[in-house]
């Protein structure tokens, strides 16, 4: 068997950012696509398919709690629908003890004909986040396949319809003009706002690229008091630095969950479908954000927001910008994805063709397992006995970029209610964990947690 190295890159750019006003000039092409495809997920949305939402942000908690373990005391930012994005790409592609680890991870069903479904339930749910009204959230997801490499056509198809993912060849030979139109397609998609994905160019054993992206912008619907900003202390842990912190009050809805410690507040967007929750310990000098996410996982934090109630409140919420570049491996090793990373280990026998020569026979085996036409008895050990095509996952980089700001100036007219007596008290001005959820697909989008939100964009 010949051992290519196989180096898939996975990366999710997200990008939060809102400014005041104006919107930046259009480029995104796709926009008729996108939007036909937002029709008509939306129109297939069953609660089979909240499951799944549940599943992945079960998964995006479980991975950022490993990651702050990992990195002590450092900001977090990661795209836990995005890196879902990739790893199920991925997924739909592998067999045997790589497909197994995978699923397991992602919460997909281990049956190899559910798995499918879960792959459509998680793709709807994926281009249903498409949105462009008053707040914009894009989704997409892209394979770079090297000329030399034969991309099953199945996988090919498959991929297209359930992710919407473009399919793009290059010439991993000529790395640097590979790396630019890696870097081209990922600026395309995420407004420019991540401009060099890679610095430097690819190695040319490279195979294979897996891309997803996820750009959000949103505007608040209660903005902040533009004038009110001001430096204030921060407890970093270690010590205390002076941090941007803005200023909001009003009717939000809020919950102090003594029982576990924590208290959590509610920010919508004025899209009416994108809400922002920021949770802190209600003692942290007590208890750490880390003590208190290992005590959670998401289904109890849902269990929380749906005992939310509206209250009168005074908010303090750092202005921050935030990048963070991690790259994923570690993290995902310690949640059981491994032998996706390990060369003679990995299988990804339904993405690649081993050989140039198509082999009929192994053709229409998977056609009938993506069309759903074959008992799953069987056909796992039929797909696992597919020739391994000998290659691996190098890396997964993870790029986030995010701006919180204030805007505008509507949030002056409800000075009313500031002193108001028994407003609730929501002053992150220690480490907190913060999330952005789609409310129609209930997918979080977005999660991080600060430790300083003063730390300068690289
Ligand atoms: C968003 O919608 C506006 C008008 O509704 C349109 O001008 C713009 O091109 C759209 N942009 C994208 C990226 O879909
Ligand atoms: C959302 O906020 C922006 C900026 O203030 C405004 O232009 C837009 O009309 C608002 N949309 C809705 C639905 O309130
Ligand atoms: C990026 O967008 C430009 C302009 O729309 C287009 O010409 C180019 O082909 C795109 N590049 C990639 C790699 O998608
Ligand atoms: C900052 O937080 C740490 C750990 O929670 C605590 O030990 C310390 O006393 C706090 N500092 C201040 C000034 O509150
Ligand atoms: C086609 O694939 C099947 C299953 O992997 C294998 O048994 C068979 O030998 C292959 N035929 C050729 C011509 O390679």
Redesign the pocket.
Known sequence: MEVAAWVIFIITALCIHWSCGQEPTE???KLKNVEETVTSATQAATPNELDVATAINEFGFKLLVKMMKQKKNENLVISPSGIAGVLAMALLGTVGTTYSEVAETLGFSQDIIVNRKNHEQFGALLQALNTNVSSKTLYAD?IFVDDNTQLREIYRKYLNDVYGG?V?STDFQQAEQATL??N??V???TEGKIETLFAEPLPPVTKVVLLSTLYFKGQWDQPFVPDATMKLPFNRTKDEVMADLMLNFGKFRYSFASRHGLHILAMPYNDSETTMYALMPIFPNELSILDLMESLDYKKIDEIINGMSVKQCVVRFPKMDIRSTVKLQDALQTMGIRSIFTPGLANFALMVNSNMVVNKTEEEIITSIDQGQIQTKGVTDLVNNLPNPGIHIDYIVHDVKMTINEYGTEAVAATGALLSRSAQRFYTDSPFYMFIRNEKTKLVTFSAVIFDPTVPVA
């Open positions: 480029t995104i092409q892209a473009d793009l139109s890696i081209e397609w600026r395309n998609h």
